[in-house]
């Protein structure tokens, strides 16, 4: 069994996470927190859980949004061109 951090431990893992998240190497503060997991108090390890969580399902959302959006500007794009064919075929252009 993990030996639970110290208030000490605690003060000094906050700073050491902060300083990290502060370079926005977003690969180092996983891998510290990662590190650090087991010891942390049950109530920063559920915070740290439902935050990851939240991240993964906004991510999910803004991707399903660029691809929606992406989708319909296809469309858009494949009617301004039948638009466009259906006025050569009607020979209504200069």
């Not at 939240?54 to 794009?77: C, F, H, K, N, P």
Request: charged letters at 35%; glycine letters at 4%.
């Amino acid at each position: 069994m993990v030996s639970p951090m110290t208030d000490e431990e605690l003060q000094a893992f906050t700073k050491e996470m902060s300083r990290l998240a502060e370079t926005g190497d977003e690969a180092k503060v996983k891998e510290y927190v990662a590190s650090q997991y087991d010891r942390l108090p049950e109530t920063m390890r559920q915070d740290i859980l439902f935050h990851s969580l939240y991240s993964a399902v906004q991510d999910e959302l803004e991707e399903q949004a660029v691809t929606e959006v992406m989708e319909q500007g296809i469309a858009v794009a494949e009617e301004l061109e039948k638009a466009k064919e259906e006025i050569k075929k009607e020979g209504l252009t200069g």
